[in-house]
């Protein structure tokens, strides 16, 4: 049986962030389940538990196969011993935390729109590791205008003008112990998922580990 691919969104984000991916592997023929998960009103833990629960009963006893949007790939993390995951691509995940997170989380008003998940990507805690085998797209554009988080985090100095970075998460926030193969691609975090040279990159990753 050929795996679902599931696409997770990042915080505050809906289903369509995913649409341009999720159509290309339609036409692909890939089979696709993507879902808008409340990532601005829980915890990650309980945002993967309601993922899990949607898996269940819309597409269970199916193996899959993960590709994320930033907090899409630490939610999809807690999600890595529930399921038979075949494989991951995460993309752009703040997979150390967020300085970006932990600079937002400053602000009373920031805390309030982005909920609980803010503070956990600010001090990360414990985190499982990403099912396996696995890939992470990272950017490297830094600042830009397609990336509008980018135009205030630009002014706050989170980043050194020597570090590889997205506008939003650097290249070292992304790497973790348990990721097997890494990609650097100059796109920006808020268009990431969209790019096609990242589209382009998950589909032959995708192809390779079907």
């Known amino acids: 049986m050929k795996a679902t691919v599931v696409l997770l ?55 899959l196969l993960g590709v994320t949007h930033s907090m ?18 995460l993309v752009a995940p703040p997979n150390q935390g967020s300085r970006s997170a932990a600079w937002a989380y400053q602000f009373a008003v920031l805390r309030r729109v982005f909920g609980p998940a803010l503070g956990e990507l600010a001090q990360p805690g414990s985190w ?37 970075h997205d506008g939003t998460v650097s290249l070292a926030e992304t790497r973790h112990e348990g990721i097997d193969e890494y990609v650097e691609i100059p796109a920006g975090h808020s268009t990431i998922m969209s790019n096609r040279l990242v589209i382009d990159q998950v589909m032959k990753w995708l192809d390779d580990h079907s």
């Open 128 to 164: 499982p590791i990403s099912p396996s085998p696995s890939l992470v797209i990272a950017g490297t554009r830094g600042w830009s205008w397609s990336s509008p988080p980018s135009w205030v985090l630009s002014r706050a100095g989170l980043f050194t003008a020597k570090e590889s």
């Open 72 to 89: 899409g790939g630490i939610v999809l993390r807690h999600l890595t011993n529930r399921f038979d995951w075949k494989g991951a691509v």
């Open 9 to 63: 969104h990042g915080l505050g984000r809906t289903h369509r962030s995913m649409g341009r991916l999720q159509r290309r592997l339609e036409a692909a023929g890939w089979d696709t389940w993507s879902t808008t998960y409340p990532s601005r009103r829980v915890s990650i833990s309980e945002c993967a538990d309601e993922v899990a629960r949607r898996i269940k009963e819309r597409i269970p006893d199916r193996p």
